[in-house]
């Protein structure tokens, strides 16, 4: 780190802040400069002492990281893209996946509906929510248990892999008796108590961005996760939230092409809330290939319309369909294609 | 809830509209303006069905909502201050309290030198992280159960009633069985099963405002503790993540004012957080005691240029004392005395 | 507009709402609800009186607009694509264009040299600014008129149209002279007296989003292009401004799928500035591609280095290559070929 | 400023930055650390070339500035408070000034009427816009001349100073005739020219900050002023806009406290465009003393509910008056009196 004096710090305030660093484990390299003293702190920034508590110290202006704060996600520590199995399936490392259906598991109709729906225009995960998290307790929370029992009769029929979220530490044994993946919503994505559980379950992890998590936050809340144990997570940027209301979130689409640069883990894109306009998510999807995500987690309803939640931001069958062939050319484009290690004899691409 | 039609929208759309809107239980009043039609839903949108999801089809542009989405913590359920009883001490309804002590508990004579310092200077309660929540996994993750066992202590000690964060639905029994008040930390804002079992333990409960949750949002995760049978909520507003960089969070002093019009609940302050930098806490202080609100939680530290988190938002004893000369008369401008309930014979306001 | 009156108001505040309607010259339909009264008021929102100032009224909750604030510039008033004639070039309306160039013209010989690099890779507009705007009085702020000599020199000798930025209302005719597309930049993007002398010259106008301006903002910034009897202006989505600092901006695609949407005018993106980093322009320049823009606004410099200003944030002549040639499928995905119009033998597609 | 190298940069690539880092005339000393190397870069980083172009090189990974961008504008240079004279009356330096009046100047009535009645409550400046920027350019624009010399009258009448806002350049001029305060908005913030024009004037200006912009930018664009020959610049905080939409911009009270630190310059608080809601404008200005303002710039209005612009967010005399009484004790806790230099025998504090 870079301790950065206030011009006019006298020597003696200098030399405090050498005895300090020292103290603290760095080894102290002070340069003087035209207008002001900084002081080189020479260390691991990431195991050792955190040095901004220095600027707690009169003659300090601030202090400057120059490391990374996190290392296990980090290209540097794994040049390669990584590939992530998820029973059978393999997602991330060239692999393109579709994860499309309900925001919410409504019924059993619903569900089994949507997923062969899906299926059959080439998704080979299906979304749904069981446990959902709602801004007010007087909004529909969800089937619970029921909903998992539903997601799973529907990946018994369909063969579809099932990524849903969870809320509650206490419910991740359970939802991860039926998920192939445990999706960490935005809401929960610096809940870190939630993040370890999840880890230690085993299975992959779909982390959301946080609603204004910057991307270092993002990444080292996927540290998290492997410096627990598990090595499988996709990260997922899902918009931040900002000045803008004709979109309920801001698409960070730049963040996706950062995440690939700076980590080695798939990232996928959720287009829905991503904006919350079901008249936005073919657009979306399309700049999300050409940017280099890895894959779609896409919110598909029967009759938005009438959904039990999020209905504005869902899209139909039909457009559904038009989304699956409107991105085509811009997956071969990016020189990707969807889950081919999936696609039977019907395959759809 | 208004749904707004887009111009040319035919008689047929219309009434699909009207059809849709009596469907789900609502009364349709269709209204036909200059440029477009509008058909104001009659109903209550609190229970009944959420009609954004009417915007899924082609011809609704937008639909507004015209009531409230909270009831509980709302002024109209209930017109006056909420006073919430503390093992004895009373908070808010016309008391000001000094919450104040460490961001982190780190040891035995950390706390305790804090705790007398706070106490002298007129603090009732004991502020002191025992579970932190940490950015990076390799940052100081607090001293847990050591921590709790700690502040038990310094209660015995002062008499000082203790605040302390729960990260975990888990340790919420433990958690509760030491501290007076539960903290809820700015990251599970919308941890609703946190909130939800919170709620159930019975104690008075702090909740910060989410680094990027608007009014309402904040609002609605009172109401989630109160629809879960615990009444006693302080809200407590700590900055918002905006572009500025000069602090770590923009505080929303409007926002405190706003949450005292609408809500009985008593509003708290935390400067500390709410700007990240110690040079700034006295002003911030009061300002917030300017704006009507009902007590202050500050973090407090023997020497924060060692502090084992957040240093540079510390304020050392020389520093409180100064802070609780400055804010005196901003108390008596605003008619507000510190804790007049608990002050004996050595009262220092 | 619809006025939202507060809970229990009386049947004469109901009257006095109805009454200031009705003098607005609004025509009143007031509706019961289950918890309160609305008023809807019909009329012509975008000439009548803004009746937001209702909310002085103490019975009055909210104003909530019904039609848009636009017109020129909106879908509804030209349903088709507009193209944008541009001294014998088109733009827009299915002609994709590249228009690249240095931030700041610095010299002849780098301007020359770039301009000549960017047209042998098929742009059709050269970018460069003579008069810079900048943050600091102390930073390089243009060559000024010099700088638009060169920019003269450089469209004589390659042909290139001309795009730079103009600052000053003073400046218009001066620089209207010399460019063939007058550039608005973000911080003058509701400077509105720029915007109607810029109108006024008759030459094109691209105009830049504002740092924090609503999509809706930004088209009215165009409206008053329009209203003021030019009606050649190409929206630029430049980035907006967010909490995330591992990039300048947050560059909002979604918004660039909305512009197409909302309004006929042809949508331009400026990567370069949409994220500050030299290393994601190709991935934003692709994906802005997918969400349907019509053209880039590219910084190319010979050695960004050395660059005067922004030097992090412009590709050299090699990484513009590599660019050029990672768009051509995504331009193919997306139907569109760079300026046919203008391709000559030596066309680069 | 401090170049921060990739991990794993060759001695060769450290070697070039070195060089270029010389060339551009700062004194290099690199560092080698656990995982990197870093270059300090020696020399006064505001005259001199700046270093972030470097990293467009591929082995630079950031650089960091260590320096302050200011000068003229910071309290290194003039330690003291500034007090800014405006025809008579002084400002700043421990004067607390009330400026206020309508929104727009809208009728020789209201404008006088309104002008009396802040007079006889101990305002000393009368506000007033004659042009006005408005969002679309269907919205009353303001009265131009007719509403400067309106402005003059009720100066004429009063002997109240006069602050009005000036949009073009070409009408600085004039504008300055009549004014006895330039204000420049929030909109052109960073209109560089026209504070560059407003600056030569020679009349006191206040700069409001920007919507979206950083405090360094904000005291940057005083800077240009200071710069350019002028002394007398009020800085102006009005709020900036973040995701909250309960008030129309989050007013920033900590940049107060913080441009009262970094600035000798006098700082004025908007209330009313700051949160846009008359019924928080009291709060919020007890909280601006509190955080230590300088002076309130309130919008008063006769009849608000009729107000041609920006009803919602304009005080009327009634609440005026309960303002001053409001904010009374708070001054008094502050230490300050309202403009004591002008109080006759009817002062009214």
Known sequence: MIIVLRPHATAEQIEQVVREVTELGYQPSPI???????????????TQANLESLTALPQVESVLRVQKRYKLVSRESH????????????????????????????????LLETARAVKALGATVLRGGAY????????????????????????EETG????TEVLSERDVARVAGVADI????????????????????????????????????????????????????????????TFETWTRNTLDLAAVAIAKKESHLPVIVDPSQGCGRADLVIALCCGAIAVGADGLLIEVHPKPAEAMSDGHQ???????AKLRAAITPFLEAAKKSVSPGEAGPEGCV
């Open 32 to 46: 003087t400069g035209v207008t002001q003293t900084i002081v080189a702190a020479i260390g691991d920034e990431r």
């Open 79 to 110: 040049p390669g893209d990584t590939e992530i199995p998820v029973d059978g399936l393999r997602i991330g490392g060239g692999n393109f996946s579709l994860m499309a259906g309900p925001c919410s598991v409504e019924s059993r109709a619903q």
């Open 132 to 155: 959902k998290p709602r801004t007010s307790p007087y909004e529909f929370q969800g089937l619970g248990p029921d909903g998992l029992k539903l997601l799973a009769e529907a990946r």
């Open 160 to 163: 579809l892999k099932i990524i």
């Open 182 to 241: 445990l999706q960490i919503g935005a809401r929960n994505a610096q809940n870190f108590q939630l993040l370890i559980e999840a880890a230690r379950s085993g299975k992959p992890i779909l982390l959301k961005r946080g609603m204004s998590e910057r991307i270092e936050e993002w990444l080292l809340g996927a540290e998290y996760i492997l410096a627990h144990g598990n090595p499988n997570v996709f990260l997922c940027e899902r918009g931040i939230r």
């Open 314 to 320: 869902q899209v139909d069958f039909d457009l559904f």
